[in-house]
């Protein structure tokens, strides 16, 4: 049986048994496994409970050209996991690696540490009393009674059955007084040139082309809605001869999807448009104007061949735009249905571009020397584990990151990590445009603002406000609004704010106080010792 799945029935063994420990982790993310660690090293008890069969999240599921932001201000254990990458390829660290090597060093994390790690569970109900989480239960029937749970999923199930406050979408830019919240429609990965959006072009009547609305957002700029930005798999691909396996034709393949892309690749030129057959891959790829970000991991074998985390790039391309939506809210056997929609569109977006006639030569000979690696994520058909779920939920606690903190115009005080990324908004949506009588496609939700500077996290983001879940850390689906989470939900930061929670989590033991009254001059120093970075440093 394939694992390529987010959820099956199979996975599913029934039993009643019941856990005792100190600390139960949901999700086993990067930013799990980094709280996990540290509550052991601690000499607590811990569980990790994780949805599917794989540890490490996206970090292990693909997306392997690291989105770090500043490097100075990554510490603690979450840079000695790029320390160990390094280690592999004969560095001091690493930033870009091969998913099995992260694999690796998590296994290793695993194992040295003795962390008790259950797949294939997903959550059913959670037991609460006096606003304490007592236990959880899983699908088939497995219970966990713990002190200190976390939700480290990249979903925040686990807060959300807590009765946790929490928000999905974008929020209005009125909400917190911002300017890249909201519906935004901006001119990266965007259409440059009219692209007809009807079925049969010209033809309102004939229906729209699929991935597309007939509203014209443009004049609802900066409103908040239900829309979640696109998702899609950070694909390892090769050039190697001797792994590489061509694209196949899905079996659910389906043209109407990929109508938008032919009539795209068409309209910015043809076959005599800058040809290039390049023995060099990345000067091939830039020259063929290929969809997709083709990053070269530092693997080149003696003969020039590689391996890449491939991303969504320009106005059409890995990015299943507006299949999002749902995820959230939606059952685990919808999810899976959502799941395999990413996974068919995708598929069958790279054979469309490598075999159909009516795309440009020049694409079609750039795709076709690339196909899936032979060596990676060989129980999941060569394909990623991991869906990217770029964002989902979103806790509201006491302190919300906003774009005010990316622009220091708001400076947490309680640091326990810092962010420093792009405030990185994929697109939500595709809209139809009128003008002068021509229809024409446009994106929406692309922003790409840095931030003025790396900017701290607060602890009071990480845990629910005062009055809700009083034993509940959520370091991955933590507080802060839309545009804000985009730059401070990178993997690097996940392993932060996993390893401060793990710490917090010991001192909130320690003390038998709520997450809430836990003093920050007492983590503070625990944070330090552990070579966490919580300012800007003097020399950067």
Excluded at 356 to 371: L, M, N
Excluded at 402 to 424: L, P
Excluded at 486 to 494: D, K, L, T, W, Y
Aim: charged fraction near 25%; charge should be negative.
């Amino acid at each position: 049986m394939s694992n390529l799945k987010y959820f099956h029935r199979d996975w599913i063994e029934p039993t009643t048994e019941i856990i005792e420990t100190d600390v139960c982790i949901y999700g086993g993310s990067s930013g799990g496994a980094a709280a996990a660690v540290t509550v052991a090293r601690a000499g607590l008890r811990v569980v990790i409970l994780q949805p599917g069969q794989h540890i490490g999240g996206m970090t292990t599921g693909g997306l392997g050209w690291t989105d770090f932001g500043r490097k100075y201000v990554i510490g603690g254990l979450s840079r000695s996991f790029y320390n160990q990458v390094g280690r592999h390829y004969g560095q001091n660290e690493e930033w870009q690696f091969e998913p099995h090597v992260a694999d690796a060093v998590f296994d290793a994390w695993i194992s040295e540490n003795g962390i008790d790690v259950r797949y294939g569970q997903y959550l059913d109900a959670v037991e609460s009393i006096d606003q304490r989480i007592v236990s959880i239960t899983l699908l088939g029937g497995l219970r966990v009674r713990a002190r200190i749970f976390m939700d480290c999923s990249y979903e925040g199930d686990l807060m959300a059955k807590a009765g946790v406050s929490f928000h999905v979408g974008r929020e209005a830019n009125e909400i917190y007084g911002e300017t890249l919240n909201g519906i935004q429609v901006r001119e990266k990965h965007q259409f440059g040139l009219t692209v007809d959006p009807y079925v049969e072009p010209g033809d309102p009547d004939s229906g729209l082309l699929p991935q597309i609305e007939e509203t014209d957002l443009a004049a609802r700029q900066g409103e908040g809605d239900h829309r979640v930005q696109a998702y899609c798999f950070r694909v390892c691909m090769t050039d190697d001869p001797a792994l590489k396996i061509d694209w196949t034709k899905p079996d659910a393949f389906d043209p109407a999807q990929y109508v938008l892309a032919t009539r795209w690749f068409n309209t910015v030129g043809g076959d005599s448009q800058n040809p290039n057959h390049s023995a060099d891959p990345v000067a091939h790829i830039r020259d063929s104007g290929v969809p997709g970000k083709f990053d070269i991991f530092p693997n080149r074998t003696p003969g020039g061949y590689c391996k890449t985390d491939t991303n969504n790039h320009g106005p059409i391309s890995s990015d299943f735009i507006g299949r999002s939506w749902g995820w959230p809210a939606a059952s685990y056997e919808e999810r899976e249905a959502i799941f395999q929609a990413h996974v068919n569109y995708q598929r069958g977006l790279y054979w469309h571009l490598a075999n159909e006639p009516a795309i440009p030569r020049r694409v079609r000979d750039a795709y076709s020397r690339w196909g899936l690696s032979s060596d990676e994520f060989t129980d999941t058909e060569h394909w990623p584990h991991q869906l990217y779920i770029r964002e989902c939920r979103r806790m509201i606690g006491d302190y919300v990151i906003t774009e005010h903190d990316c622009y220091q115009k708001s400076v947490a005080e309680d640091s326990i990590g810092m962010g420093s990324y792009t405030m990185d908004s994929h697109n939500c949506s595709r809209f139809v445009r009128v003008e002068g009588g021509v229809a024409r496609v446009l994106n929406e939700g692309d922003v790409q603002i840095p931030p003025t500077d790396p900017y701290p996290v607060s602890y009071r983001s990480i845990v629910p406000k005062r009055g809700e879940t009083a034993n509940l850390f959520i370091p991955v689906c933590f507080s802060a609004s839309h545009i804000s989470y985009g730059s401070a939900r990178m993997e690097p930061v996940f392993m932060v704010l996993g390893e401060s929670a793990g710490l917090a989590a010991r001192l909130c033991l320690d003390a038998d106080c709520d997450t809430q009254d836990l003093p920050y001059d007492e983590l503070r120093p625990e944070l330090l010792k552990a070579a966490q970075i919580l300012e800007l440093p003097d020399t950067r």
